[in-house]
């Protein structure tokens, strides 16, 4: 029986992958060919690759292609981004504070802006890297360095060649490289694990989760595009899109023609220095060398550097959300209420959740229970707790969506009322009986 | 005084009962044991000890030794047998032996994986030695599954699970395949026709993953009884096993009865319907407060069983206390039927095969049956549930009109005596062959030569690199797409997707309330369909087929609805054919176009048809293997239309139920359809075809067992007390003035085997 004839037959029950064009099967034959290794084709494809500045890289027979480039600030269009980028590495090195972006105790040079391209989106072991990029910096410039994987056999020399450049003291900064490039960089690791160096134990940055931080309510999505056109004012101009990626390799492979790639290559190179602008422009936010944006950034901000106990900054950016004009800064009152408070300076904390609920047509209730709370136990004046929790319930109550923690609020509050009330009862009630 | 009646009382009641076709008794049989293995760990006969084992069944104690000795076992084992111990014992003493030694076990479904861990945790902790298990599911959160990964030494898991979590990221679980010596394989003989084939080819890239890693675990299955345990064992693991059925359990004596009920119409040959008998039944011990267990086949008619007893023991008991339990209820809502089963709460169940497997519910008295289950293996699962353990206990199978259940009923020695069914599976199926390649190149790139699991696949690698789905290059060939294949196979369902049942009975508050696979919802979710998930009717509102949503809205109507499914046959490519007398019988590649044409409104008491519809439905195809028999011959040729369209309705009935005894497969897997006058033959036609797409060996079997198959056939109608054919073993109403489709079945059949 033909299997193939049959194949053809029930294809209607296969689920075949769905790829961008399948016929032509004659080209396709042609290509795999030209593939299984015949010497002349190689030497073709070395000048090919040769063609887009990428030179061979050989592990025993197996060869990968890197390519080195070397940018100005000028070339960049950034004069100012290596000095800027050495204040803040200053002042991050003056800040004694384990924050996620901290580059204390990092040389500069080691620093490595990090990307890669893959075969695929998913995460699992027939996902492929064929791409490395990283950016270091130097006094006159920045330097971009790619690992190319021409052919999928040659894995351990593409990793080998990576490996080779990267150390114990390198420190990596991403952009989603905690959850998506370096998990797929152990997993391809293991296929080639007894033919490669180990992997280095090295820091790690993630941008992403920074943008996350500050952004996520303002921007549309935190891709790195959107945040660098909206952000970082770049413009690319006729950028291809890394989620086309994964099918300009496959056209590269089934073509041999590097090209294809070109603009991937010229985006994954984008990419990684766009991570050093980044790097500096958060940084930058952080230690407030940067002219303020937005009521809502400075509060994330002031956030963030609360959850790394970084309190007194927190309070400057708060306060900085305070004198720029725009709206929502009953939050940033609300926030400085609650440092205060924990600081116990509570007259300074009433103040803040005053304003708070003063500022804006739609208080917060969290506002009013905090009032409640600090009337309640500090000022000891019930009949003031009470009214702010009439008025946190009414709040709650008016809130358009009931979520979960909603409803557990609304019960709290409850319960204060109905604990106030005994209080406020207990003693009228004596003065009834006196 | 009034009290309950005794189960041994009602035994003796059943004894008078002239509608007992047969009464069987198993009796009782004491434990054989052996004592501890000198090979055992101390630690482990102390924690056996405590919990008062002195010694082992000859079964654990023969599993054990043959493990320790390396090789790959397959233990049959009857319901609470303490199979259990059977892998358990010797993985912990291998772990103990080696304390990074790692296990693997593979539970069909969730919920037994859950059962199991907290029994081997129980165990590991009387032992007092450092084991992790852990199970790995759907449920497990993110942050255990890291651990899972890193550290645990067993890890449970079902098939599902392994093929597309853990496999696709073998990268991640490097500790696990490097140091894998044991592989569990419980309820072997679920993994049998389209699910065992594709169970089969993830073990196959389970090895090739654990060969990459360099290990070479040993397998140790368990499973119910089935004709070929070591053979199923052997297809499924691509290894020997070494069998073990030395069973050295107690059983409690048992009452197997087989229960037909009354003929209400003797012309036409119609009994009292299986369900009203089963209704009864039931309830006379459900009355008794005896707890029992009714077993029914499709999902409909559990739901409507289940309403009936509802109704029927109200006031006396509440409606809590008997429960529905089937394949589309959602997990948490079948996990609490489980406990409330367990703690006596709930006194009776109605389900379908879905509790055949070992899930753990205690143990019931008494196991009805609405007819025969479609395979003896089956049947004895089901009679398991009840009495597992020492007591006296009750199994009532009743039969309804079925010529396969006339026919067991005719010849309990089949039953009793005959051997239980061959579990086939077809791992080489193309179609499921390609999935799992897929897989398997995703995981690891294939070589040039490589085999899968001793199958030659150079042709269909070659295939999917045309398709742009792999890339070959020196002498390998890459996964080159973006896909994860894992994702868009399910090992479960031919089908490739099922349809979601919302319920909207309330505005605001959609709801999923189940789903099915997209063949049985053409006649089972189709616009205006009566829907009944727990004893609750739903009507079908709007099925939206692109998107694969059936709405369905609560209601309280009086009848069900039946719908007709119009199938046509195209022949593509004949493999085999031979000359039967004047007929001619040809196996090979056949394609199915199936479409729901239009359904009827049938009252639930009567059933009688009180309304009709059309069903507006795309047409589906399948690609198949089939059987055909064209029949020739001058008598068939001078046949009037309307009589030969009833004689091959009729031949098709007889082949399709007869077929199915034979090949020992559920009659949902292999269809039957006449043709009056086939597209490839221009002749009179009863095809037989598997139903599920590329085939699973069935109608290949079929084919060369057919002399067997037509002298059954003949056998049975001529058998059949009727006078010209009835719904039980022509299935035809039948008796049209003068014409007897039984002799003319009978007579045609004869030519055909040359008699």
């Not at chain 1, 790619?146 to 894995?155: C, D, K, R």
């Not at chain 1, 440092?339 to 300076?345: A, D, G, M, P």
């Not at chain 2, 069987?24 to 919990?51: C, G, N, T, W, Y």
């Not at chain 2, 009532?396 to 009109?401: K, Q």
Request: charged share 25%; hydrophobic share 40%.
């Amino acid at each position: 029986m033909n299997v193939k004839a049959k194949l053809q037959r029930m294809k209607g029950h296969m689920r075949l992958e769905h790829s961008g064009e399948t016929e032509d099967k004659n080209r396709l034959q042609e290509a795999a060919e030209k593939a299984a290794g015949n010497v002349a084709a190689d030497d073709e494809l070395a000048e090919l690759w040769g063609k887009l500045g990428f030179k061979p890289f050989y592990l025993e027979e197996q060869r990968s292609f890197q390519k080195r480039s070397f940018y100005t600030f000028a070339d960049m269009k950034r004069p100012d981004l290596g000095r800027e980028l050495q204040e803040v590495y200053e002042r991050w090195g003056n800040l004694a504070l384990d924050h996620p972006l901290s580059s204390r105790n990092v040389p500069l040079e080691r620093m490595m802006f990090f990307d890669t391209e893959t075969t695929g989106l998913s995460t699992g072991a027939g996902n492929s890297i064929f791409l490395i990029g990283y950016a270091r910096v130097h006094d006159d410039g920045v330097e971009v360095t790619q690992h190319m994987l021409a052919e999928p056999s040659s894995e351990a020399a593409f990793l080998y060649g990576f490996l080779q450049e990267f150390h114990d003291d390198d420190y990596l900064v991403s952009y989603n490289g905690k959850a998506f490039d370096w998990p797929q960089v152990k997993s391809r690791h293991v296929f080639v694990r007894d033919q490669v160096p180990r992997l280095p134990a090295f820091g790690h940055i993630d941008l992403l989760h920074a943008a996350r931080r500050l952004w996520k309510h303002e921007l549309p999505s935190c891709r790195l595009s959107v945040v660098e056109r909206e952000k970082l004012s770049i413009r690319r101009l006729h950028d291809t899109p890394g989620s086309m990626a994964p099918l300009l390799y496959y056209d590269y492979l089934h073509e041999n023609k590097p090209d294809h790639l070109r603009g991937i290559i010229e985006h994954n190179d984008q990419d990684v220095r766009s991570l050093i602008h980044l790097y500096v422009a958060i940084s930058q936010r952080l230690f407030q060398c940067a002219r303020p944006a937005s009521v809502t950034e400075q509060i994330q901000l002031g956030k963030w550097c609360e959850q790394t106990g970084w309190e007194e900054a927190a309070v400057s950016h708060y306060e900085k959300a305070l004198e720029i004009p725009g709206s929502g800064k009953e939050a940033a009152h609300f926030q400085l209420g609650r440092i205060f408070k924990k600081q116990k300076r509570y007259q300074e904390a009433t103040a803040q959740f005053i304003n708070s609920i003063s500022v804006s047509s739609t208080p917060l209730a969290e506002g009013f229970i905090e009032l409640a709370k600090l009337h309640e136990h500090q000022e000891k004046s019930y009949e003031r707790a009470h009214y702010f929790s009439r008025e946190a319930l009414r709040c709650l109550k008016a809130s358009q969506k009931l979520t979960s923690a909603k409803r557990k609020l609304i019960k709290d509050v409850e319960k204060r009322i109905e604990r106030l009330e005994g209080k406020l009862r207990g003693s009228s009630s004596f003065h009834n009986m006196s | 005084m009034f009290r309950k009646q005794t189960l041994s009382e009602m035994i003796e009641e059943l004894k008078k009962d002239n509608r007992v076709a047969y009464w069987h008794e198993i009796e009782e049989q004491p434990a054989s044991i052996v004592p501890f293995p000198d090979k055992m760990d101390e630690r482990i006969k102390a924690a056996l000890e405590k919990r008062q084992i002195t010694g082992l069944y000859t079964h654990q104690a023969s599993a054990f030794a043959s493990v320790m000795n390396g090789e790959n076992i397959v233990a049959v084992t009857p319901t609470a047998s303490g199979k259990t111990f059977c892998y358990n014992l010797p993985v912990i003493q291998r772990h103990i032996h080696r304390p990074t030694a790692r296990a693997l076990y593979l539970f069909p479904t969730k919920a037994l994986a859950q059962d199991q861990k907290s029994e081997i945790n129980e165990f590991i902790d009387d032992i007092d030695i450092q084991i992790n298990s852990y199970t790995y599911d759907g449920d497990t959160p993110a942050n255990i599954r890291q651990v899972v990964r890193k550290a645990g030494h067993i890890v449970i898991t079902n098939p599902d699970m392994l093929h597309s979590a853990i496999l696709p990221h073998h990268t991640k679980w490097i500790s696990l395949f490097e140091n894998l010596e044991t592989v569990v394989i419980d309820e072997l003989h679920t993994y049998r026709g389209v699910f065992g084939s594709h169970v089969a080819n993830v073990i196959r890239r389970l090895k090739r993953i654990c060969r990459y890693y360099g290990s070479q675990p040993t397998f140790i299955c368990t499973s119910a009884t089935i004709a070929n345990p070591a053979e199923l064992c052997k297809e499924l693991i691509g290894e020997n096993a070494r069998l073990i059925a030395n069973n050295g359990a107690p059983k409690g004596k048992k009452h197997f009865i087989l229960y037909n009920p009354p003929i209400v119409n003797k012309q036409l040959n119609i009994r009292k319907p299986a369900t009203k008998v089963v209704n009864e039944l039931a309830a006379s011990f459900l009355k008794e407060r005896i707890q029992t267990i009714v077993f029914s086949r499709s999902r409909v008619s559990v739901e409507v069983i289940l309403s009936h007893l509802q109704e029927l023991v109200q006031g006396e008991l509440s409606r809590k206390t008997i429960r529905g339990y089937r394949g589309g209820y959602l997990p948490n809502q079948r996990r609490e039927i489980e406990r409330s089963l367990r703690n006596g709460e709930t006194i009776g169940v109605v389900s379908t095969n879905a509790l055949e497997l070992g899930v753990d519910i205690g143990q019931l008295q008494v196991c009805i049956m609405n007819g025969y289950p479609g395979s003896i293996a089956s049947s004895w699962q089901q009679a398991g549930r009840a009495g597992r353990r020492m007591d006296e206990s009750v199994v009532i199978m009743v039969a309804n009109s079925s010529p396969l259940d006339q026919y067991l009923f005719q010849h309990p020695e089949f039953f009793f005596d005959g051997s239980p069914e061959t579990a086939r599976i077809n791992q080489d199926n193309l179609i499921i062959l390609v999935d799992h390649l897929k897989c398997a190149a995703y995981e690891l790139p294939f070589a040039c030569g490589e085999d899968f699991g001793g199958t030659q696949v150079e042709e269909i690698l070659e295939y999917l690199a045309e398709e742009r789905v792999l890339h070959y290059q020196r002498n390998k060939w890459y996964w080159m797409n973006d896909a994860f294949p894992a994702h868009n196979i399910s090992l479960r369902s031919a089908a490739q997707e099922n349809v979601v049942i919302i319920d909207q009975s309330a505005v605001e508050k959609h709801r999923v309330i189940g789903e099915m696979d997209t063949f049985s919802a053409m006649t089972l979710l189709h616009e205006e369909a009566i829907y009944l998930h727990e004893g609750t009717q739903f009507q079908v509102e709007y099925l939206d087929w692109e998107e694969k949503k059936a709405y369905v809205r609560k209601v309280d109507v009086e009848y069900f609805t039946d719908a007709n499914l119009a199938v046509q046959l195209k022949v593509l490519a004949v493999d085999k054919e031979k000359e039967l007398g004047s007929s001619r019988l040809e196996y090979g590649d056949m394609m199915v176009t199936a479409m729901a044409t239009i359904f009827k409104k049938l009252k639930l008491e009567t059933f009688e048809n009180i309304g009709s519809g059309k069903i507006h439905l795309p047409e589906m195809e399948l690609h198949t293997n089939g059987v055909a028999l064209s029949l020739g011959g001058e008598e068939i040729i001078s046949l009037k239309e309307d009589v030969l369209e009833q004689l091959l309705i009729g031949l098709a009935h007889v082949l399709q139920h007869v077929a199915c005894v034979r090949v020992m497969c559920d009659k949902g897997d292999l269809h039957a359809v006449p043709e009056v006058k086939a597209v490839h033959s221009e002749k009179p036609t009863v095809f037989l075809y598997d139903r599920y797409p590329g085939g699973v060996g069935l109608s290949d079997s079929v084919y060369k067992q057919f002399a067997n198959i037509v002298a059954d056939a003949v056998h049975f109608v001529s058998a059949c007390p009727c006078d010209n054919g009835c719904p039980s073993c022509t299935g035809l109403a039948g008796a049209n003035s003068g014409l007897s489709v039984k002799t003319l079945i009978v007579n045609t059949l004869a030519e055909v085997i040359g008699r």
